[in-house]
Every structure is written in C-alpha cells, then in structure tokens.
C-alpha cells in the first residue's frame, strides 16, 4: 500500500483511491467506537474522502497539500472559518496519524502544519429567571413533559447535546439516586447522579408515553436525534424571546448557575466533564468576564475614590395660572407689559420701572 506501489505516476487515480479504501474504513471504525459518536465518524469520513479526491495517494502527500486542503476555500468561495480549518486538519490528520501509526506511511505530513488561532465564542447563559420563564411557557401535554425534562436535565447536569440525545432507556438505573449512563467527549463512558427533579421529569415523560426505563432497551430516552433536539430547544426559545437558545447555551447555563450557587472550579469541571480544571477555568472566566480587584488601591493613590458630584441644573419653574393670565393680557397689550424685567416675579411686578436715559 505504500507509495512505491502506488505512485499516481503509474496507476490511474481512482484505482489509487480505491486502494486505500480498507484503511479509511478502519480509520473510521475506531474513531467511532472510540468517541461513541456515529456523527463525529460520519463527518470524518466526509472530510477524508474530500481530501483523497485531492490527493489519491495519502503515502505521497506532503504539508503543502494538507495545508492547501485545510485552509483553502469553501464552496462558496469565503475563507474558511478556523472551525473549519480546525475540523479539516483533525479529521484529515487523524486518517495521516493513524496510516503512519500502523505503518502505511512513513510519517504524518499534517504534524507540520500550523493549527488556526481560534477564538472561543463568549459563553452565554441564562438567568434563573429566563429559565423559570422557559419553563413557565412549556404546555401541560406529553409533548411539553417530554420537554420540560430535556430542559431541566439540561441546565442541572450540563450534558452536551450528544450526551443527552445518546441517553437511552437503559442508561438509568437504580432508585435513590439514581444514576445516568452517557458517553462523553472523548469516548469516556460516565456514571452520575441524576438530579432529582430531572428525574421526576423524564419519570413524568415516560409515563406520558407509556414508556419506563428497561436495561435490556436501546429506545432513545427523549425519543430525539441530536438534530431533533437541538431544534426543540430553539423553538422553546423562540416561544419566549430567547432566539439565541440552544443546547450549548443550556450547558453554559448549567454552569453559571453552579458558580453562582457557590460552586467550585473544582465541582465545574466535574459537571461539565472537563478533563482539566485550567480548561474550566478559561470557560469560567469568559462566561463571567474577567475580575479586577487591584483597582481600588490605585485609585486611592490618585484621590479618585470619592464620586464624582452632581453637577448643579437650574430647573425651570412650572407656570402657574397667574403667570398664565399674565401672559393673555400681555399679547391683548401688544407685548409691552411681558417686556418689563420683573414682570414674572409676582410681587415684583410692582416694582416701578426703570427710568429712561433722557429723564435722569
């Protein structure tokens, strides 16, 4: 399967191809029983099939022809996003690493090339009261209960929106508490409390369906894919005038929620499954923005910590009818009694008036 067999130069492109479909297909085989997700191993495949009708050959390619097919344009002819970029070198240098790994190649051309500088999204969450108003709207039906659970699972667990649409009947088990069964990130197999009032909810939504859990079925516990759920929960939001809602936004506020409830990095990065507490930590810190606490002392130093005062407005004084009064006769007299200067201070207007310049 080596190049020196296979060289473009000698046998037609298609024939090359084909030959190097056994090792795509078991490529992708282990990632999808590693990362337990037959999305993440069908988007992979997509992009490696993409990436071989560009270079037949993986033994003959080389960085500049990983780098031209990860940072080259899209259909539409737009630069790639570094997500794109991102999701094309993982999955194309995967494949590489994995040919080399098993000795098809010699070496992993995609290791020499630069990764993009992304730029994580600033994490949103909800208020409490966004998420007793998201509840408040959801109707009584089996319908509503079944999403009224997705909710509350959602926002006291912090599960992706994989890991809940990948939960099955048989991924509960036990009575109190009750545990939840999910695949995470990675691959990693997870056993966790389940929150006792999104307990109670799925609970409710199974009865509503006539359904409870079963370790011997494989029937989706929300009944859902993951593109399914995803446009539940956008519906929900836009029922309410959260238009930005989805299921990451849920998990972001899952978090928000913990944190301030007084929760610990430590207990964050537990619930969100981060493998580290500095990933957390970053999450954290974009979602809460970050703190200042030395600026009280130079402003001290300064003399700058006193408030600033309000500067002084005249206000204007309301009419009164007097005033009012005053002005009908002024216009029936042509403007001359409005002209004098104390004419609008009520006692004043008794005031002799001043005498012209010829009299003194």
Same mark, same amino acid.
């Given at each position: 399967?080596?190049?020196?067999?296979?060289?473009?130069? /000698?046998?037609?492109?298609?024939?090359?191809?084909?030959?190097?479909?056994?090792?795509?297909?078991?490529?992708? %085989?282990?990632?999808?029983?590693?990362?337990? $997700?037959?999305?993440?191993? #069908?988007?992979?495949?997509?992009?490696?099939?993409? +990436?071989?009708?560009?270079? *037949?050959? *993986? $033994?003959?390619?080389g960085?500049?022809?990983?780098?031209?097919?990860?940072?080259?344009?899209?259909?539409?002819?737009?630069?790639?996003?570094?997500? %794109?970029?991102?999701?094309?070198? !993982? !999955?194309?240098?995967? +494949?590489?690493? +994995?040919?080399?790994?098993?000795?098809?190649?010699?070496?992993?051309? /995609? !290791?020499? &090339?630069?990764?993009?500088?992304?730029?994580?999204?600033?994490?949103?969450?909800? %208020?409490? /009261?966004?998420?007793?108003?998201?509840?408040?709207?959801?109707?009584?039906?089996?319908?509503?209960?079944?999403?009224?659970?997705? &909710?509350?699972?959602?926002?006291?667990?912090?599960?992706?929106?994989?890991?809940?649409?990948?939960?099955?009947?048989?991924?509960?088990?036990?009575?109190?508490?009750?545990?939840?069964?999910?695949?995470?990130?990675?691959?990693?197999?997870?056993?966790?409390?389940?929150?006792?009032?999104?307990?109670?909810?799925?609970?409710?939504?199974?009865? !509503?369906?006539?359904?409870?859990?079963?370790?011997?079925?494989?029937?989706?516990?929300?009944?859902?894919? /993951?593109?399914?759920?995803?446009?539940?929960?956008?519906?929900? #939001?836009?029922?309410?005038?959260?238009?930005?809602?989805? @299921?990451?936004?849920?998990?972001?506020?899952?978090?928000?929620?913990? =944190?301030?409830?007084?929760?610990?990095?430590e207990?964050?990065?537990?619930?969100?499954?981060? $493998?580290?507490?500095?990933?957390?930590?970053?999450?954290?810190?974009?979602l809460?923005?970050?703190?200042?606490?030395?600026?009280?002392?130079?402003?001290?130093?300064?003399g700058?910590?006193? *408030?600033?005062?309000?500067p +002084?407005?005249?206000?204007? =004084?309301?009419?009164t009818?007097?005033?009012?009064?005053?002005?009908?006769r $002024?216009?029936?007299?042509?403007?001359?009694?409005?002209?004098? *200067? %104390?004419?609008?201070?009520?006692?004043?207007?008794?005031? @002799?008036?001043? =005498?012209?310049?010829?009299? =003194?």
């Amino acid at each position: 399967m080596g190049g020196r067999q296979l060289g473009p130069g /000698s046998t037609p492109a298609a024939t090359v191809q084909a030959a190097w479909q056994p090792l795509v297909d078991a490529y992708l %085989t282990e990632k999808r029983l590693r990362s337990g $997700s037959e999305r993440t191993a #069908g988007e992979y495949g997509r992009y490696v099939r993409a +990436f071989l009708e560009r270079v *037949p050959d *993986p $033994s003959a390619a080389g960085p500049l022809d990983v780098h031209r097919f990860a940072y080259g344009p899209c259909v539409n002819g737009a630069d790639p996003a570094p997500a %794109t970029i991102g999701i094309r070198l !993982a !999955a194309v240098g995967g +494949f590489l690493a +994995f040919a080399a790994r098993i000795g098809a190649i010699d070496a992993d051309p /995609s !290791a020499r &090339v630069a990764r993009p500088l992304a730029r994580p999204p600033i994490p949103r969450g909800l %208020t409490r /009261s966004q998420v007793r108003q998201l509840l408040d709207a959801i109707p009584p039906t089996s319908m509503g209960l079944r999403d009224t659970a997705i &909710v509350l699972t959602a926002v006291l667990t912090g599960l992706r929106r994989v890991e809940l649409a990948g939960l099955r009947l048989q991924d509960l088990e036990g009575r109190e508490p009750i545990l939840v069964r999910f695949r995470a990130k990675g691959g990693r197999l997870r056993r966790r409390e389940l929150p006792r009032p999104a307990a109670d909810a799925i609970a409710a939504a199974l009865r !509503a369906r006539g359904a409870q859990p079963d370790e011997n079925s494989d029937e989706r516990l929300f009944g859902l894919s /993951s593109a399914g759920l995803y446009a539940v929960v956008r519906r929900l #939001g836009r029922a309410v005038g959260l238009d930005s809602l989805s @299921p990451h936004v849920l998990r972001h506020t899952a978090a928000k929620l913990r =944190r301030e409830a007084g929760a610990s990095i430590e207990d964050i990065a537990a619930l969100l499954g981060h $493998s580290s507490v500095a990933t957390t930590a970053g999450y954290l810190a974009r979602l809460e923005g970050e703190r200042d606490d030395g600026w009280a002392a130079v402003s001290l130093g300064l003399g700058a910590n006193e *408030p600033p005062r309000r500067p +002084f407005v005249a206000r204007r =004084r309301a009419p009164t009818r007097r005033d009012q009064e005053a002005g009908r006769r $002024s216009k029936r007299s042509g403007g001359r009694i409005n002209a004098h *200067p %104390t004419w609008r201070i009520g006692a004043q207007r008794r005031a @002799p008036r001043p =005498r012209s310049q010829s009299s =003194r």
